[in-house]
T-cell receptor, first 109, second 118 residues
Framework: GQNIDQPTEMTATEGAIVQINCTYQ??????LFWYQQHAGEAPTFLSY????GLEEKGRFSSFLSRSKGYSYLLLKELQMKDSASYLC??????????FGQGTELSVKP | GAVVSQHPSWVICKSGTSVKIECRSL??????MFWYRQFPKQSLMLMAT?????????EQGVEKDKFLINHASLTLSTLTVTSAHPEDSSFYIC??????????????FGPGTRLTVL
């Protein structure tokens, strides 16, 4: 079956670093995506990993280990506006995205 | 680039009526679009894959006669919720398949449509 797990919620302090983990078991794999979603809005693309390793994009980095079925999203220098839901999604080779349940991140002053 | 629009952004209708939601890719052509629904505090659930010029592919458990999908052009897909009932109230989001800088095949999401059925 298809299974993507991520923590339901996390809390962090403004200016700090937070790591959101995602583990997956899917029948196919053609890349892993991270999206950010603010309440009542659609998801916005953050990052994409298809090869093992770290992809860095400004304050956001994403890591993938295909052999372990594991990814994480790293957010540095947290800002209040980073409070949102972060969705891990796997492209299952059919072009379909399978989403995890999302991690609700609260950034506190 | 890679902007997807949806219309309407919200709609309130009476039980038994039909509602049409439009999804447009504004600055790129999308042969494939996807329709999702999302309940509060839950993740996105794929309803169907919409391919330009052919029939949509529905996920298991999604009634194709209730959720009609038409993808008549490379920039427009529509979802019609027929004979809507209160349990159909949800946040409906479309996405269009495009290519991110660097070649990644990704999906770009529309802003979503909040449907409330009374």
């Amino acid at each position: 079956g298809q299974n993507i797990d991520q923590p339901t919620e996390m809390t962090a302090t403004e200016g700090a670093i937070v790591q959101i983990n995602c583990t997956y078991q899917t029948s196919g794999f053609n890349g892993l995506f991270w999206y950010q979603q603010h309440a009542g809005e659609a998801p916005t693309f953050l990052s994409y990993n298809v090869l093992d390793g770290l992809e860095e994009k400004g304050r956001f980095s994403s890591f993938l280990s295909r052999s372990k079925g594991y990814s994480y999203l790293l957010l540095k220098e947290l800002q209040m506006k980073d409070s949102a839901s972060y969705l891990c999604a796997v492209n299952d080779q059919g072009g379909k995205l399978i989403f995890g349940q999302g991690t609700e991140l609260s950034v506190k002053p | 680039g890679a902007v997807v629009s949806q219309h309407p952004s919200w709609v309130i209708c009476k039980s038994g009526t039909s509602v049409k939601i439009e999804c447009r890719s504004l600055d790129f052509q999308a042969t494939t679009m996807f329709w999702y629904r999302q309940f509060p505090k839950q993740s996105l659930m794929l309803m169907a894959t919409s391919n330009e010029g052919s029939k949509a592919t529905y996920e298991q458990g999604v009634e194709k006669d209730k959720f009609l999908i038409n993808h008549a052009s490379l920039t427009l897909s529509t979802l019609t919720v027929t004979s809507a009932h209160p349990e159909d109230s949800s946040f409906y989001i479309c996405s269009a398949r495009g290519t991110e800088a660097g070649g990644a095949d990704t999906q770009y999401f529309g802003p979503g449509t909040r449907l409330t059925v009374l």
